[in-house]
């Protein structure tokens, strides 16, 4: 089975410092991975995502992701944050059950910025 | 504008009652999913549908039932088998499984 995993349930940064929400994952065969947003009582939003190419993704809101082969890692980063990016983040891989791909997540990372 | 639908945003249910919790897509996606968010718990694969007219179970069907009769909808019912349905539901769809997911805002359900 493919999975993922958040190894921090929060992460806390300074306005304007670097931020990084770490990833990690198990993969058989060249891995899909995505990052998402979720904002309170809200639905998940896409930021980025890797397929293939280059290992540094860039996605929404300034946000960009490593990929790291020999890591098995799939770090989230933003070289400034902000407060706003205050938010609840989750990394996906779509895993393989008899003819479909599930998407599969894993906890959640809470980051909160402060002022 | 394309995307997904949930309603509605809060549920109040009393104990024993069955609740249905609606999800409409436009965006001509052929998988629809739906997950159950607790804190601390990330989400969690209630059921998932790949085409209309069948659905599979996820890792914690029971006290679900889902139905999927037209592409569009995936409405799920909570029923009252389900101990404890106090959570926030939310519903994805996805082209094809891997190419990136969309998701509705989300039902608060609560039961009282």
């Known amino acids: 089975a493919q999975s993922v995993a958040q190894p921090e349930d929060q992460v806390n940064v300074a306005e304007g410092n670097p931020l990084t929400v770490k990833c990690t994952y198990s993969?058989?065969?060249?891995?899909?991975l995505f990052w998402y947003v979720q904002y309170p009582n809200r639905g998940l939003q896409f930021l980025l995502k890797?397929?293939?190419?280059?290992?540094l993704v860039k996605g929404s809101y300034g946000f960009e992701a490593e990929f790291n082969k020999s890591q098995t890692s799939f770090h989230l980063k933003k070289p400034s944050a902000l407060v706003s990016d205050s938010a609840l983040y989750f990394c996906?891989?779509?895993?393989?059950?008899?003819?479909?791909?599930?998407?599969?997540f894993g906890r959640g990372t809470s980051l909160i910025v402060h002022p | 504008d394309g995307g997904i639908t949930q309603s509605p945003k809060y549920l109040f249910r009393k104990e024993g009652q069955n609740v249905t919790l609606s999800c409409e897509q436009n965006?001509?996606?052929?998988?629809m999913y739906w997950y159950r968010q607790d804190p601390g718990q990330g989400l969690r694969l209630i059921y998932y549908?790949?085409?209309?007219?069948?659905?599979q179970k996820g890792d914690i069907a029971e006290g679900y039932s889902v139905s999927r009769e037209k592409k569009e909808s995936f409405p799920l019912t909570v029923t009252s088998a389900q101990k404890n349905p106090t959570a926030f539901y939310l519903c994805?769809?996805?082209?094809?499984?891997?190419?990136?997911?969309?998701f509705g805002s989300g039902t608060r359900l609560t039961v009282v």
């Open positions: 994805a769809s996805s082209i094809g499984g891997r190419g990136g997911y969309t």
């Open positions: 993969v058989s065969g060249n891995p899909y």
């Open positions: 890797y397929i293939t190419g280059d290992n």
């Open positions: 996906a891989v779509p895993d393989r059950s008899g003819g479909s791909y599930i998407p599969t």
């Open positions: 965006l001509n996606h052929d998988a």
């Open positions: 549908s790949q085409i209309v007219n069948d659905f």
